[in-house]
Structure formats: structure tokens, C-alpha cells
């Protein structure tokens, strides 16, 4: 899949690969897509509350390798 930009998050546990990804989305533009590679498995619950905003779109989610990815899109510029 397609993406403007990626971040890479592997090592780091929740929260903080949540709260790096809503960081560098909160600087892309509207229409863009950012690959997010995590190595926690907690990500697989809260990456999809974090689509949840509605800012923020998941396009997809993938496994592979232990790793696990998500391809997020910035859909909005105004925090709700």
C-alpha cells in the first residue's frame, strides 16, 4: 500500500508508539498516508481507537514478521 511518509515505533510499548504516531500525523497534510510499523503487541487494540478520532482514517493493518503495520490516513485538519 501506498504511503507519504513512515515511522517506525519497533521497540518502543504502548502508549508510546500511539502517542508518536498521532504526533507526526498531527504535521502531515490532510489526504496524506503514514506507514506505522510497531513491534508491541498491544497495537493491534489500540491503533484502531486511535482511527477512531475522526481526524484519522486506518486504511489497512497488516502482520508480518513480528511486526505490525498500519497504514493510517490524516483525513481532517481540526481536532474535535
Not at 508510546?16 to 506507514?35: D, F, I
Not at 490516513?73 to 474535535?80: D, F, I, L, P, Q
Amino acid at each position: 500500500m501506498r504511503s507519504d511518509q513512515q515511522l517506525d515505533v519497533s521497540g518502543f510499548i504502548c502508549p508510546l508508539p500511539v502517542l508518536k504516531t498521532k504526533a507526526a500525523l498531527s504535521r502531515m497534510a490532510v489526504g496524506e498516508v503514514l506507514k506505522v510499523i510497531v513491534t508491541h503487541p498491544d497495537s493491534r487494540k489500540e491503533f484502531p481507537v486511535l482511527c477512531r478520532l475522526p481526524e484519522f482514517e486506518l486504511l489497512s493493518s497488516a502482520e508480518e514478521d513480528g511486526h505490525f503495520l498500519y497504514w493510517i490516513k490524516k483525513v481532517s485538519g481540526h481536532k474535535v
